[in-house]
Each structure stands twice: as structure tokens, then as C-alpha cells.
């Protein structure tokens, strides 16, 4: 079972709170493990602004906004790009299929900065990480559903739509499966302050 490119919907009542009504796209999976970045919350507080100018980039006037993310609990001071799959790195891109791209290195912010980027990106500080068996272990109890990635949720829709319209390829709404859905994810990265981001 391969499921990169997949989209992951956190279950009611998973046990984990770093991911209550999360969606996460996964960008490898495989018999080593899998990674994916969370893309339905904010990282209250951050811009792409603010990343740019600790990270010495300069934006021209064609220089596109880039919402920043909250990607996931691993290594939460690292940058991560998920994109189109019109743009590749100088040999840093993972390609997860035609459609998508990630990469992790300055040089896309750089483009992106100076109006060159891909199409479309979505910027995430920290990761969502799986050992080997791990995630199959997590399916296998029914705490992910499981749906096919479209660029549109993730790329043009705001975040807080994500995890309805992720459901809605599914045919149902959050809210049947748990009474307590609705509560906005409010989390921020070290208090709204911008921590010191690392791209490789």
C-alpha cells in the first residue's frame, strides 16, 4: 500500500490532540515509514513577510503571498514547501506525483519571492512523521480516513474549508461523525513569535 499523495482525515476521538480535525497530505509512504504536511492550520501569528526577512530574501513587486502553516509536530522550526508540480528544485524537489511537489530548500522561496515560483504553494513549518508499520497500524484503527488529494482543496480554498471539502469527497460531513466537531483549531507556533526557520 503506497499512499502518497493521499489526503489523511484525522478521526474523532483519535487520542492525539496535535492532530484533532486535522488533514494531512501525505507527500512519501512506503514500507519505510511515511511523512506528510498538515494543511488546514495556520500558524497564527507568521508570514511569509516575516520568514523572508530573517531568511534574507528579498520580494519583488511580483512576489505572490504565501500562507504559513503549522505542518505537523516533528521538527516544527523547519520549512517545508508543498507545491504544484510545475515547479522543480536544483535537484532538491520530491516529486509525489505530476500533480505535486515538495520541496525544502530556500531555493523555491527565493523563486517564489521574486515571482517565479510554482503556480501554486502552501508553506508548512514542521512535519507529520510515521515509522515503519506505524501508519498502517493507525489505519488499521480507524483513527485516518483516507482520500484522493485535489490541488483545488488544497490550493485554492482557505483553510478552514479544507476538512469539509476533504469530507465531502467522502459523501459525508465531519459532523456526523462526531458531536463535538466545529471548534476551530486556534494553536500558534511559539506564541505568535517566528521562530527561527531553517530550509536547507
Same mark, same amino acid.
Given at each position: 500500500?503506497?499512499?502518497? /499523495? %493521499?489526503?489523511?482525515?484525522?478521526?474523532?476521538?483519535?487520542?492525539?490532540?496535535?492532530?484533532?480535525?486535522?488533514?494531512?497530505?501525505?507527500?512519501?509512504?512506503?514500507?519505510?515509514?511515511?511523512?506528510?504536511?498538515?494543511?488546514?492550520?495556520?500558524?497564527?501569528? #507568521?508570514?511569509?513577510?516575516?520568514?523572508?526577512?530573517? #531568511?534574507?530574501?528579498?520580494?519583488?513587486?511580483?512576489?505572490?503571498?504565501?500562507?504559513?502553516?503549522?505542518? /505537523?509536530?516533528?521538527?516544527?522550526?523547519?520549512?517545508?514547501?508543498?507545491?504544484?508540480?510545475?515547479?522543480?528544485?536544483?535537484?532538491?524537489?520530491? %516529486?509525489?506525483?505530476?500533480?505535486?511537489?515538495?520541496?525544502?530548500?530556500? &531555493?523555491?522561496?527565493?523563486?517564489?519571492?521574486?515571482?517565479?515560483?510554482?503556480?501554486?504553494?502552501?508553506?508548512?513549518? /514542521?512535519?507529520?512523521?510515521? &515509522?515503519?508499520?506505524?501508519?498502517?497500524?493507525?489505519?488499521?484503527?480507524?483513527?485516518?480516513?483516507?482520500?484522493?488529494?485535489?490541488?483545488?482543496? #488544497?490550493?485554492?480554498?482557505?483553510?478552514?474549508?479544507?476538512?469539509?471539502?476533504?469530507?465531502? %469527497?467522502?459523501?459525508?460531513?465531519?459532523?456526523? #461523525?462526531? &458531536?463535538?466537531?466545529?471548534?476551530?483549531?486556534? /494553536?500558534?507556533?511559539?506564541?505568535?513569535?517566528?521562530?527561527?526557520?531553517?530550509?536547507?
Amino acid at each position: 500500500m503506497n499512499l502518497s /499523495g %493521499k489526503l489523511l482525515i484525522a478521526m474523532p476521538g483519535m487520542g492525539d490532540p496535535r492532530f484533532e480535525y486535522s488533514v494531512v497530505f501525505l507527500c512519501a509512504h512506503s514500507e519505510d515509514g511515511a511523512m506528510g504536511l498538515i494543511v488546514n492550520k495556520p500558524a497564527g501569528g #507568521l508570514t511569509f513577510d516575516r520568514l523572508a526577512e530573517q #531568511l534574507g530574501i528579498e520580494r519583488s513587486d511580483r512576489s505572490r503571498e504565501i500562507r504559513v502553516h503549522f505542518g /505537523g509536530p516533528v521538527e516544527n522550526a523547519r520549512g517545508f514547501v508543498l507545491h504544484s508540480g510545475d515547479y522543480a528544485g536544483t535537484g532538491s524537489t520530491l %516529486k509525489v506525483d505530476d500533480r505535486f511537489g515538495m520541496t525544502a530548500t530556500v &531555493d523555491i522561496l527565493e523563486a517564489i519571492a521574486a515571482g517565479r515560483g510554482p503556480a501554486a504553494s502552501l508553506l508548512a513549518l /514542521g512535519y507529520a512523521g510515521w &515509522d515503519a508499520g506505524q501508519l498502517e497500524n493507525e489505519l488499521a484503527q480507524n483513527s485516518w480516513l483516507t482520500v484522493p488529494a485535489k490541488a483545488e482543496i #488544497l490550493f485554492d480554498l482557505p483553510p478552514e474549508e479544507r476538512l469539509p471539502a476533504a469530507m465531502q %469527497k467522502l459523501g459525508i460531513s465531519f459532523t456526523q #461523525l462526531s &458531536d463535538v466537531a466545529g471548534h476551530a483549531w486556534a /494553536g500558534q507556533l511559539v506564541d505568535g513569535h517566528c521562530p527561527r526557520v531553517r530550509f536547507r
